[in-house]
């Protein structure tokens, strides 16, 4: 049920703020965040699966085993406090942590975290793949995932590493909702997903306050939360896509933080007093994409051509500097298995020889859509100057962040300016995403970049993506996955070009805000103000 006085509260404070013209204070119990939130489609942990609403589902649910705001480098217990693995019989045995409620007070059953998945399975929602990848159907999921007591057994089918299948189990759609106060929100058999799409039902440091699409989401402080009652009673984060704005009212001291700045805006704040920058090394790659639903995209020489029209040098020593690094492989600069080679340039004179030589004409017209937020626009523009150097000539069409995906999950784009970050932190993530489409029919939805650009991958490509996930040795696998980068770079119809370093600018009294490499690892449980 929607907090009326939370709804009232941060509907003034949005509001005085947004007006203030002069100095202020936030409350000292309070984060006031800046920052453009109209990616979010949903906030049920069952379909949540943009960056924004990742974040939100990272602060307010847990999953049994997690990657913790206190060292998002190492999986560590959170709902379950040990797991026994048993690789031969493909199972893993959890114990639950004792006393743990969710926000409605109920207390945290392994029926709950049967119920979760389950639900998961059953919605079959854009992540649940990350789950059913276990082998899990809704078929077979009663037998696949039981309860005993305060234990939970999970079975899973396929050779797999068990840190791969631990991995999945710490992703964000294996969060663990309150099956009993779902359930009886469940209006015509949706299993409670409109009811999630409006309240929260977790067991997190913060429950939802006020969520108003692309305008505010405020968090509630859990005074039960298992790790410690975090600092800050309130989270309150404004929708402002606009970067002047956010730097102008941290400066006036209006908001503790801004997310979106552009590069010149984050410059501007150098020498600004009782206001400091941190930097975040990002998992998530920005590329191009080539819709296989587009005639005039099919044909590969349009894929190596594009390769040499992106200004790579120039963009991330320009307008981008200091927040993308030039990064052309699918998996991430700083996890194992990561290819750093970067074997494509600017050369608009030989992108027109490749088109010429397999007799492609030109010019190619092809409308790309964007995010319409900083950065991004600035981005497409670039691309579209120098894109044109070579024969192809791009449109750009901008939407809202929850516009631009949608319609790329409905494959009804030409040409795609985007970002994609693991799913969870195993290079098969990406590699299922950029190197492996089981069936590319239009009604077999895969929230993949290859099926979302219809795009059937060689079967050996295929073969190779699996049989990377099945192998047990550690070093030979990650040397597969080298293979695979390599592979895409050279038969992909997709253009990697970046990856991401977060700024993110803040007042100098914020002391303990953690954004990890994905936004599953953003918490402000942590958070104090000195």
Same mark, same amino acid.
């Given at each position: 049920?929607?907090?009326?006085?939370?709804?009232? +509260? $941060?509907?003034?404070?949005?509001? *005085?703020?947004?007006?203030?013209?002069?100095?202020?204070?936030?409350? /000292?119990?309070?984060?006031?965040?800046?920052?453009? +939130?109209?990616?979010?489609? !949903?906030?049920?942990?069952?379909?949540? &699966?943009?960056?924004?609403?990742?974040?939100?589902?990272?602060?307010t649910y847990d999953?049994?085993?997690?990657?913790?705001? @206190? /060292?998002? !480098?190492?999986?560590a217990p959170a709902l379950a406090t040990e797991w026994t693995v048993d690789a031969t019989a493909k199972t893993v045995t959890f114990t639950l942590r004792d006393g743990v409620k969710f926000h409605s007070g109920n207390p945290v059953r392994a029926e709950d975290v049967v119920g979760s998945w389950t639900r998961v399975v059953a919605l079959d929602k854009a992540p649940s793949f990350i789950l059913t990848q276990l082998g899990w159907t809704a078929d077979n999921i009663a037998e696949m995932v039981t309860a005993e007591g305060n234990t939970v057994i999970v079975r899973y089918e396929g050779d797999f590493a068990p840190s791969f299948v631990l991995n999945v189990l710490a992703a964000r759609p294996a969060s663990v909702v309150d099956m009993q106060t779902v359930m009886a929100n469940e209006v015509d058999g949706d299993m409670g997903h409109a009811w999630l799409n409006k309240n929260s039902a977790g067991t997190g440091p913060f429950s939802l306050g006020t969520y108003r699409p692309a305008d505010i989401l405020s968090l509630d402080a859990n005074p039960d939360y298992y790790q410690g009652r975090p600092s800050m009673d309130r989270i309150v984060i404004q929708h402002n896509p606009e970067g002047a704005t956010q730097r102008l009212q941290l400066e006036a001291g209006d908001i503790d933080m801004a997310k979106d700045l552009d590069p010149g805006q984050i410059a501007g704040l150098e020498g600004v007093d009782g206001v400091r920058v941190e930097t975040y090394p990002q998992a998530a790659v920005h590329w191009v994409s080539f819709n296989q639903k587009t005639d005039s995209l099919t044909d590969p020489a349009v894929w190596e051509a594009a390769r040499y029209l992106v200004d790579y040098q120039g963009m991330a020593n320009g307008m981008l500097k200091g927040q993308m690094k030039v990064h052309q492989a699918f998996w991430p600069d700083g996890f194992p298995g990561a290819l750093t080679d970067t074997p494509f340039n600017y050369d608009p004179e030989k992108a027109k020889q490749i088109l010429a030589d397999a007799g492609v004409e030109t010019p190619i017209n092809v409308t790309m859509d964007v995010i319409s937020a900083p950065t991004f626009v600035e981005m497409a523009q670039a691309l579209q100057a120098s894109f044109a150097k070579g024969g192809i000539n791009l449109e750009i069409i901008a939407g809202t962040g929850a516009q631009v995906i949608t319609k790329y999950r409905a494959r009804t784009h030409e040409a795609m300016l985007l970002y994609w970050g693991p799913d969870f932190m195993d290079p098969?993530?990406? *590699?299922? *995403?950029?190197?492996?489409?089981?069936?590319?029919?239009?009604?077999?939805?895969?929230?993949?970049? @290859?099926?979302?650009?219809?795009?059937?991958?060689?079967?050996?490509?295929? $073969?190779? @993506?699996?049989?990377?996930?099945?192998?047990?040795?550690?070093?030979?696998?990650?040397?597969? &996955?080298?293979?695979?980068?390599?592979?895409?770079?050279?038969?992909?119809?997709?253009?990697?070009?970046?990856?991401?370093?977060?700024?993110? $600018?803040?007042?100098?009294?914020?002391?303990?805000?953690?954004?990890? *490499?994905?936004s599953d690892y953003v918490f402000y449980r942590l958070v104090e103000k000195e």
């Open positions: 049920m929607l907090n009326l006085k939370t709804t009232f +509260i $941060a509907g003034l404070l949005a509001s *005085a703020l947004a007006l203030s013209p002069v100095t202020a204070a936030t409350p /000292d119990n309070m984060l006031v965040v800046a920052q453009n +939130i109209d990616d979010i489609v !949903t906030i049920d942990p069952a379909s949540a &699966y943009e960056f924004s609403s990742g974040e939100y589902v990272a602060n999953t049994l085993v997690r990657y913790d705001a @206190t /060292d998002t !480098t190492v999986l098969h993530s990406n *590699a299922k *995403a950029f190197a492996f489409n089981k069936d590319n029919s239009d009604d077999k939805y895969a929230s993949t970049t @290859t099926w979302r650009n219809a795009w059937m991958p060689p079967a050996e490509m295929n $073969a190779k @993506t699996m049989a990377a996930l099945g192998e047990q040795d550690a070093d030979k696998r990650l040397s597969m &996955y080298l293979e695979l980068q390599k592979e895409t770079q050279a038969e992909a119809p997709f253009v990697i070009m970046f990856q991401a370093i977060k700024q993110v $600018a803040m007042r100098d009294n914020i002391k303990g805000f953690v954004n990890g *490499a994905t």
